[in-house]
């Protein structure tokens, strides 16, 4: 510990290697074609096995909690942008068939994940089970939006039910998060969670983001207005984080995840909200927040990284474990494709869009790795443990990498296939008339 303030020195030298190792990583990612949060989460993986090459000196950052609050404040930042980058309109305006998605999308990959981890993971709590079920559940909205920007198909209905979809899987997998992390911390408490104790759990997750969105609508607008008379230079960005953090911690007193409060601040603060504000030149709150988001959230995906341990990965079994749970992650999300309603539309591009778990999978996996549960002699052990950590990492880095190139081909087919029937319905269409025109020259 360095005299005369409390941060010791190492952390800084381990914030640098942090940052450097996930810049390099997702800029390497990138130029593979894919999502750069696949590179942070890989330099994360090599920096915490630097052990077995005998080199133990980033041992200490799985430790440290300065570097485990800021890689929590980055994944509360990293929801918050998710909030921000969806609308509550459009949330409202998804239609039968992205509700009907949804719902099977979450429920069926979590029934098929927690039936995957009793099978191979049979002497841990039960509660660990629910937990990698829940980390099934959710969509990634910014790899699937990504790949549909890429290919010009974000205004096809299929888009348009998927991108519906996963925001209300994200929605439904926070309540699912805030009951099993309820059921958890009753555990610990030496006490156990009834029907009724998960009743009320999920009931206080749906009041609190009804209650914050109802109430925010009217009374947001009105706390900022004065915002935009400020002159003071990053006041929208200091008080928008403010309200965010007050949110966070509301759901953390009502029992909830602070994420979902982090989420609902985000849905209440889009730019609509200071459409009318003078913001200077400093653009929207988005890129506001940007710079902090670029610091903190690849703290959070190198963390998650630093947990996995490569020596785990190796056992047979967890392999399999690991190709299991991939499998019912991929499944699962197919499933949710039988709640398209509609006609004409490619439901099996709807159930690959559905697939990648990205960012969301990790959050959650990272969640449950933090909670601990009481073990024999008085001890406590996590609820993820690490081997079931790195299966869990295997899934959601398959299911982002099989995406784009199969939503990509989905699309391609359908097109092909559309172009097909339009031909074929032009010949016909034309073949009618020429009989027609042949059969009235004949009658003349």
């Known amino acids: 510990m360095t005299e005369g303030h409390g941060l010791d020195a190492s952390v800084l030298v381990g914030l640098a290697l942090i940052l450097a190792v996930a810049k390099l990583g997702g800029e390497l990612f990138e130029r593979w074609g894919q999502p750069a949060v696949l590179g942070e989460l890989a330099g994360g993986i090599l920096v915490g096995n630097l052990a077995l090459a005998g080199f133990t000196g980033a041992e200490f950052l799985r430790e440290s909690g300065v570097v485990a609050a800021l890689a929590e404040l980055g994944v509360i930042i990293l929801l918050f942008g998710v909030g921000l980058e969806t609308s509550l309109g459009e949330m409202l305006e998804v239609g039968w068939s992205s509700l009907l998605v949804a719902l099977l999308g979450v429920a069926t990959p979590f029934l098929l994940g927690w039936g995957v981890a009793r099978l191979f993971l049979p002497d841990a709590s039960p509660l660990a089970h629910l937990f990698v079920g829940a980390t099934l559940c959710a969509t990634s909205v910014g790899i699937t939006a990504r790949v549909l920007k890429d290919m010009g198909a974000l205004r096809t209905r299929e888009a348009r039910i998927i991108m519906g979809a996963a925001v209300v899987d994200d929605v439904l997998g926070l309540m699912i998060l805030a009951v099993v992390v309820g059921a958890v911390e009753a555990s610990a408490a030496g006490g156990t969670l009834s029907f009724a104790g998960v009743s009320l759990i999920a009931g206080k997750a749906v009041a609190f983001l009804v209650v914050a969105l109802v109430a925010g609508h009217f009374l947001v607008p009105r706390l900022f207005r004065p915002v935009g008379r400020l002159k003071t230079r990053g006041a929208l960005l200091a008080f928008s984080l403010a309200f965010c953090f007050l949110l966070s911690w509301l759901a953390a007193r009502a029992g909830l995840a602070p994420l979902v409060g982090a989420f609902a601040a985000g849905l209440l603060l889009d730019e609509v909200e200071f459409a009318d504000f003078d913001l200077r030149g400093t653009g929207d709150l988005e890129e506001l927040l940007w710079p902090l988001g670029a610091l903190l959230v690849p703290v959070f995906f190198v963390m998650m990284g630093l947990r996995v341990d490569l020596r785990e990965l190796a056992r047979p079994e967890l392999l399999g474990f690991a190709a299991v749970l991939t499998a019912a992650a991929i499944i699962g999300k197919q499933v949710c494709s039988l709640g398209v309603l509609e006609r004409g539309v490619n439901r099996?591009?709807?159930?690959?869009?559905?697939?990648?778990?990205?960012?969301?999978?990790?959050?959650?996996?990272?969640?449950?790795?933090?909670?601990?549960?009481?073990?024999?002699?008085?001890?406590?052990?996590?609820?993820?443990?690490?081997?079931?950590?790195?299966?869990?990492?295997?899934?959601?880095?398959?299911?982002?990498?099989?995406?784009?190139?199969?939503?990509?081909?989905?699309?391609?087919?359908?097109g092909a296939g559309r172009e097909g029937a339009t031909d074929e319905a032009t010949a016909a269409s034309s073949a009618a008339s020429s009989g027609r025109g042949a059969g009235g020259g004949g009658e003349v």
Do not use: C, N
């Open 348 to 414: 099996f591009a709807v159930g690959l869009g559905m697939i990648p778990r990205g960012e969301v999978g990790l959050i959650f996996a990272g969640v449950g790795a933090a909670l601990v549960l009481p073990a024999a002699g008085g001890a406590t052990e996590p609820v993820i443990s690490r081997a079931a950590f790195g299966a869990i990492v295997i899934m959601v880095i398959a299911t982002t990498l099989v995406t784009p190139p199969a939503l990509k081909r989905a699309f391609a087919r359908a």
